[in-house]
């Protein structure tokens, strides 16, 4: 065990996610137990920068983690990009006796913690948050199983409007560069069509299946946001092929990223946070903690930053039901 660590500093990075409370209860609680203070940056690096930070007592956080979004506010920081805004946050970790940081991020958050290592020696450890399962490392990050649970239960409404009136709908899911939301969430509503940045194919099905549409069911079709197409192009392509089709567009946006987590998010949230503050005390640094097979696992930060793929079975099953 290191007994160098008496004071563990914590921020929330990037885009909130489901979970992240979850993640902070149990870093609290676990760092607690090995007599360890725990003080929590607010606004993400740029509360590193301004010396923003209050001390998290387990009790409390106890209560919230249930409660989505993250207490600790986050922000996305230019001034932690420039090397000064790097060396004011070494300042303030001096300053206030801060011994080692845990990050719960995604990985813009784990970028800026590798170029802060090149400045500064204490242990970094960080925790994946972002909705877009879209970090090597680790099969499922926190608020992902929400933001899907949240894409279902809004999709289902839809089909019941769409069914009413026999349109094509298309409903736009988040994934700036990642298909995960829109393959999980296309495949559990029964989309007649799920387009993802990963695949070429989608759409060339999509056109197919719905040059001939006409029935008395709805059709109903997810786009991940980040897919070169678009929700706007492919409403436009599906009007050139099939012109008599009654379409509607819905963005379900940022609903996705509120709301309770899901039980798996809690239970990931509390896995991983009680696992970070553990490998600090073995003396582990620059790495992420994530769940592979329903294992903990650790990741160095420069395998970390690296695009976690839609595997083979995912996109055998998006081809398999998306014709």
Known sequence: MDNTIKHIGVF?????????????????????????????????????????????????????????????????????????????????????????????????????????????????????????????????????????????????????????????????????????????????????????PESGKDFINLLKKVKNYNSEDAFLIVVSEGDEIGAELVSSKIKEVNPNVDLRITKLGHIQRGGNPSALDRMLGIRLGVEAVKSLLQSKKNVMVGILNNQLHLTPFSEVVKQHQVNKELHELLELFGT
């Open 12 to 196: 929330t990075s990037g885009g909130d996610s489901p979970g992240m409370n979850a993640a902070l209860y149990a870093i609290a609680k676990t760092a607690e137990a090995n007599g360890i203070k725990v003080s929590g940056f607010r606004k993400g690096y740029e509360g590193l920068i301004d010396g923003d930070l209050v001390q998290l007592r387990s009790y409390k956080l106890q209560k919230l983690t249930q409660k989505g979004g993250t207490i600790l506010k986050t922000a996305r920081s230019k001034r932690f990009m420039e090397l000064d805004g790097r060396k004011k946050a070494l300042q303030t970790l001096n300053a206030n006796k801060i011994d080692a940081l845990i990050a719960v991020g995604g990985d813009g958050t784990f970028k800026g913690l590798l170029a802060f290592s090149e400045i500064c020696d204490i242990p970094f450890i960080g925790i994946p948050g972002t909705i877009d399962n879209d970090i090597s490392g680790t099969d499922y990050t926190l608020g992902f199983d929400s933001a899907v649970n949240t894409a279902i239960e809004n999709i289902d409404k839809i089909r019941d409007t769409a069914e009413s009136h026999n349109r094509v709908f298309i409903v736009e899911v988040m994934g700036r560069d990642s298909g995960y939301i829109g393959i999980h969430s296309g495949l559990t509503v029964g989309a007649d069509a799920i387009l993802i």
